[in-house]
């Protein structure tokens, strides 16, 4: 099976190649048989001493035209893929003719044939045409191919050149001139070798030199070339127009020269294909002379081209600035050599405000040919971008020495003009493109233009950069602040403590991704609790920091303090050292003693904590007491005061912080105090989570889809009143709220 | 778009700003200039007139808190008067009133400045 699929498999391989390069392979072999068919048509000549009949005429007339078709088309298929430049193609035309007209020559000299007394140089019989020895044929053959195959590599080279820049007009004016050369070419079947052509076959060629002459004209390669190629190139045409004139000549008999009596031995072989040679070898001359003309009046101009050209590619480069907005370092860097790249400057530059320092003192950003030290030298930049932010238009300094803005000493010949352009982007000057040059007058008002174009599009360009900065800066903070949010949220409890007897609820939200809200749970003994909360001044992400910070003394300091009072002392010690003068944070500390049956609170300037009674009784708890670090002295702790509160069954405490009294209703009205208590007292027969879910819900309906402007936690704590003896310490997760 | 304004009075050598609707973190800012614009002019016996004040968080309580020190080292102060009564529980909560002095009336303010005006 494998062996089998195998097999299929290099068939295929072995037919696609087939297909692929057969057809070339085709024409060879039909080229080659027509060789060999001629060959034995003049050797049966040889033989028979006689001319042919007209039917072997008319049998040799259709298989050297096959041949010499397939050998054409051939050449046309293995020079298709060919693009060389101009002149190395000119040159492997030279180089190629040289060899064949080499070998032609060389084959044409080689012996001569005396008959009857008369020396025929060629060999043929005088009259019939008929060869006289073999070495006639095999010379003829070699001549003749020579000939041909330098004619049709001329072709087959030239169109390249002939179609440079084509359109469909001048693709098919060679086509034509092609099919008429040929068709001219077939006319002269009925001539005799070495016999002048008569008025019809004259007339043939009228057309086909006319679109010679029209494609001769298609020289749009020689604008593309630099001086040096031009130089190169017009040697190369004299050398082609030198070797066809001499090679192959013009006219029905050719040259004498390299090959004596160049086009004979093809007239002998075949009348037709002479007369395409002789076209051929006439276009070509026409045409290296057309272009070695053309090469000579383009050469002083050459220069002026190039420099319009080099400013056509920094117009052209303006999408490839597009493509580097992603790096802002490398757009300036193009950006500020751009007038030197376009053959406009000597040297350049561009300055731009500092964005990341937050400065509008323009600085260099890049340079071209100069140094940022040497461009501090060379002007007084302040000056320069005063006016251009004033007038918003390009400055041209003609003569740098006599402008005060220049620190140029009069003969200095290293700055000699300057052209400032203003880059301006949604209507706001982002920079400045300097443009130097070491002469004096160096700017032309056209060069102001083509480079103001071009600021242009380079404004945009780096404005786009900036702006994607932007975004990316903003992705990455937004990414930044997710995770912010995630590691806050591990700050807080992930759950609220289980304690026989008592229920608690507890959840905070931030208005932003981080808060400075914070609560928390020290367990300080098997029936003791410790609950803080706290609110640090501000929003945002300082007030994180020290929510942080807060969450630190907290885990480490609450264990060490017997008593409420104690705990918010040291924590005012401790963050004194840390807190911004502006920055202060509220707090309660509570510690739940369910052994004494009572609740230790004190109130560090935090909304008072509320406690509501089975019996409806409900108050809030407002012992006095300063915020953490607005005093760092004594004054805090002796403004301290606690509260100890005997628990009875039943008893609800909420702590919460004043996003929960300072919500806002669409009309504006807060949310309150006395509010909050009342609900407190209509749910105070509920568990501590219905106490939570009932005010989240309440406050919910309230601010009737406002957003939650502040951070808001909300702590409740119940106690039930279950005996002792039955407490156990366990933990379950948080319930999710808000 | 900000609904927080501060205007300045002054009298004699006490400088008043009439604070007017919300301070809170976004509009904070304003406030730190105008007493530094105060300190700036050497005006540090300030009066902040609470009249209009409709609200104040605790990102606007930290700009007293930031500047008081300053103004009392250069023999300065800045009193509170005037506040509207739920606007004085926001202070009086974090026990600003054991910092700062805080006055019913404008002119007991001037007065506690200048006893010899009283």
Redesign the interface.
């Known amino acids: 099976m494998a062996e089998k699929a195998l097999k299929t498999k290099v068939n295929e391989k072995w037919t696609s190649r087939l297909a692929r390069r057969g057809l070339p392979v085709l024409l060879l072999a039909l080229f080659g048989l027509s060789l060999i068919l001629s060959v034995g048509y003049h050797f049966t000549q040889l033989t028979s001493g006689t001319p042919p009949s007209n039917g072997a005429e008319f049998l040799y007339f259709t298989f050297v035209t096959v041949g010499f078709g397939s050998l054409w088309f051939w050449m046309k298929g293995y020079f298709q893929e060919r693009n060389d430049s101009p002149s190395k193609l000119l040159w492997s035309v030279l180089v190629s003719g040289l060899f064949l007209v080499a070998i032609a020559g060389f084959t044409a000299r080689f012996g001569t044939v005396t008959a009857g007394g008369v020396e025929l140089p060629l060999g043929f019989a005088p009259g019939t045409g008929i060869p006289l020895t073999s070495p006639t044929i095999i010379k003829m053959m070699v001549v003749s191919i020579a000939q041909i195959l330098f004619a049709f590599l001329l072709l087959h080279r030239f169109q390249q050149l002939v179609l440079v820049k084509r359109t469909r007009s001048s693709q098919r004016n060679w086509f034509i001139m092609l099919i008429l050369m040929a068709a001219a070419a077939l006319l002269t079947v009925t001539k005799p070798a070495g016999a002048p052509q008569n008025e019809w076959q004259n007339v043939a060629f009228i057309p086909a030199v006319v679109f010679m002459l029209v494609n001769a004209f298609k020289l749009s390669w020689i604008v593309f070339l630099s001086f040096k190629e031009k130089v190169a190139t017009i040697g190369l045409c004299f050398a082609l127009v030198l070797l066809l004139i001499l090679g192959l000549g013009i006219g029905d008999t050719g040259s004498n020269i390299l090959v004596p009596r160049s086009f004979d031995y093809l007239e002998f072989f075949f009348v037709p294909l002479a007369s395409f040679v002789k076209q051929a070898s006439m276009f070509g001359i026409l045409y290296c002379m057309t272009a070695f003309l053309s090469l000579l009046f383009h050469l002083p101009t050459t220069g002026d081209y190039e420099q319009r050209e080099g400013e056509r590619a920094t117009i052209f480069s303006m999408a490839h600035l597009v493509s580097q907005v992603f790096d802002a370092e490398k757009l300036f860097g193009t950006v500020g050599s751009a007038p030197v790249e376009a053959g406009s400057a000597d040297f350049s530059w561009l300055a731009m405000p500092d964005y990341q320092s937050g400065s509008l003192q323009y600085r260099v950003v890049s340079t071209h040919n100069i140094t940022s030290e040497r461009v501090g030298e060379l002007i007084n930049s302040d000056l320069i971008i005063e006016d251009l932010l004033t007038d918003r238009m390009p400055i041209i300094v003609n003569r740098a020495s006599t402008d005060h803005r220049m620190n140029v000493a009069p003969g200095n010949s290293a700055l000699g003009s300057l052209l400032v352009t203003p880059l301006i982007a949604r209507d706001e000057v982002i920079g400045a493109l300097f443009a130097a040059k070491r002469v004096i007058n160096g700017f032309e008002r056209d060069d102001a233009e083509t480079i103001a174009v071009f600021a242009a599009q380079a404004a945009l360009a780096i404005d786009n950069s900036r702006l994607f900065e932007q975004q990316v800066e903003k992705e990455r903070l937004s990414r930044e602040m997710s995770i912010a949010r995630e590691v806050q949220k591990r700050l807080l409890p992930q759950n609220v403590p289980i304690m026989s007897g008592m229920s608690m609820a507890a959840s905070s939200v931030s208005a932003q991704e981080v808060g400075g809200d914070y609560y928390d749970f020290v367990r300080l003994g098997e029936h003791k609790l410790g609950v803080i909360i706290g609110d640090v001044s501000g929003k945002g992400t300082s007030a994180a920091f020290y929510m942080a910070e807060m969450q630190g003394i907290f885990q480490s300091v609450s264990r060490l303090a017997d008593s409420p009072s104690m705990f918010l002392h040291h924590a005012n010690v401790a963050l004194g050292q840390s807190l911004d003068r502006n920055v202060f944070i509220s707090a309660i500390y509570a510690i739940l003693d369910l052994e004494k049956e009572n609740l230790v609170i004190a109130r560090a300037g935090h909304c008072p904590a509320a406690i509501v009674r089975l019996s409806g009784e409900s108050r809030y708890i407002r012992t006095p007491g300063l915020g953490l670090g607005l005093d760092r002295g004594e004054l805090f702790q002796r403004s301290l005061t606690e509260e100890s509160i005997a628990l009875q069954p039943g008893d609800l405490f909420v702590l919460y912080t004043d996003g929960v009294v300072e919500s806002r209703s669409e009309s504006g009205e807060e949310y309150g105090y006395e509010r909050l208590l009342s609900l407190l007292e209509d749910h105070r027969h509920d568990d501590a989570d219905g106490i939570h879910a009932a005010v989240l819900r309440d406050l919910r309906s309230f601010i009737a889809g406002e957003e939650y402007d502040d951070d808001m936690t909300l702590v409740v704590l119940k106690w039930h009143g279950i005996p002792l003896d039955s407490l156990i310490s366990q933990e379950h997760p948080l319930h999710e709220t808000a | 778009m900000s609904n927080f304004s501060v205007g300045f009075r002054s009298s004699g050598h006490i400088q008043i700003l009439d604070l007017k609707g919300e301070l809170d ?1 976004h509009t904070a800012s304003e406030l730190e200039a105008a007493i530094q614009k105060c300190q700036a002019n050497n005006q540090v016996h300030i009066i902040i007139n609470g009249a209009s004040l409709m ?1 104040i ?3 606007g ?3 007293f ?2 500047y008081i ?1 300053d103004i009392r080292e250069l023999g300065g102060d800045i009193k509170i008067a005037a506040l509207q009564p ?1 606007v004085y529980n ?1 202070f009086d ?4 009133p ?2 700062f002095d805080i006055i019913d009336l404008e002119a007991d303010a001037i007065g506690k400045f200048d006893p010899s005006n009283a």
């Open positions: 973190a609200y968080s605790s990102a309580l930290g700009v808190m930031a020190e739920k926001v909560l974090l026990g600003f054991m910092l």
